[in-house]
């Protein structure tokens, strides 16, 4: 693990320890980068990586820091002109 993702992951839960216990999500951004710690379940898994609601490739991540492929957009391309500009 590089120096940057060991730093957002250990800024990420240290953002979440500092927060009273009551209002701790496990979940949010730290410097732009997403992470969620909530345990993932399958459909979660399944959802991250086959999102047909967005045509985004890179999207955050089921479980952890960062983000991770969609694949569902390789797929099922949207047409060109249903792209925004």
């Not at 955050?60 to 925004?84: C, I, K, M």
């Amino acid at each position: 693990m590089g120096a940057a993702a060991a730093s957002l992951l250990g800024g990420a839960i240290a953002q979440e320890l500092r927060r009273p216990l009551n209002e701790r999500t496990w979940h949010g951004t730290i410097a732009g980068v997403p992470y969620d710690f909530r345990r993932p379940t399958p459909e979660k898994i399944r959802s991250t990586n086959w999102n047909k609601n967005t045509a985004r490739v890179l999207v955050p991540r089921a479980f952890g820091v960062g983000w991770t492929v969609n694949f569902y957009p390789f797929v099922h391309p949207q047409p060109e002109d249903s792209l925004p500009e």
